[in-house]
């Protein structure tokens, strides 16, 4: 099985040492995404959970575009969420990126901190 280590230059700037994505076979693991601007790695796009929640979507979406894909190639997401009490607010925006006939499947985990004082972080696993 072929594995490409992905870096895009206009995606968002990456906060540690790692790829934006892994692609392995006709699967893409998508590195869990942070609301951060996306050239600023170090600061959080203004507002609360449902701000975050789309930037982090944003992200997201720029690295399945880069890699030749959309929301539609997801099976798996993974949400990290810092307070449960934001998890009604985060689903609201998180649904509205997928078709709701086609959800992927997920995991939503509760964190006691995420890098940079972010609200959520999401990773992704596509299928091509």
């Known amino acids: 099985m072929d594995i490409e280590h992905l870096v895009f230059?206009?995606?968002?700037?990456?906060?540690?040492?790692?790829?934006?994505?892994?692609?392995?076979g006709?699967?893409?693991f998508i590195t869990g995404q942070?609301?951060?601007?996306?050239?600023?790695?170090?600061?959080?796009?203004?507002?609360?959970?449902?701000?975050?929640?789309?930037?982090?979507?944003?992200?997201?979406?720029?690295?399945?575009?880069?890699?030749?894909?959309s929301f539609s190639n997801v099976v798996f997401a993974r949400v990290y969420l810092v307070n449960f009490q934001d998890f009604?607010?985060?689903?609201?925006?998180?649904?509205k990126y997928f078709d709701s006939k086609k959800l992927p499947a997920r995991t939503c985990i509760g964190v006691t901190g995420l890098a940079v004082g972010a609200s959520v972080e999401i990773d992704l696993t596509a299928k091509f």
């Open 88 to 95: 009604d607010k985060m689903n609201r925006v998180y649904e």
């Open 26 to 28: 006709d699967f893409l």
């Open 34 to 69: 942070m609301p951060t601007l996306i050239n600023n790695p170090e600061k959080l796009v203004d507002g609360g959970i449902i701000e975050q929640t789309h930037q982090v979507m944003r992200n997201l979406k720029s690295v399945l575009t880069n890699a030749g894909g």
């Open 9 to 24: 230059g206009d995606s968002p700037a990456r906060v540690g040492p790692f790829s934006h994505a892994v692609k392995a």
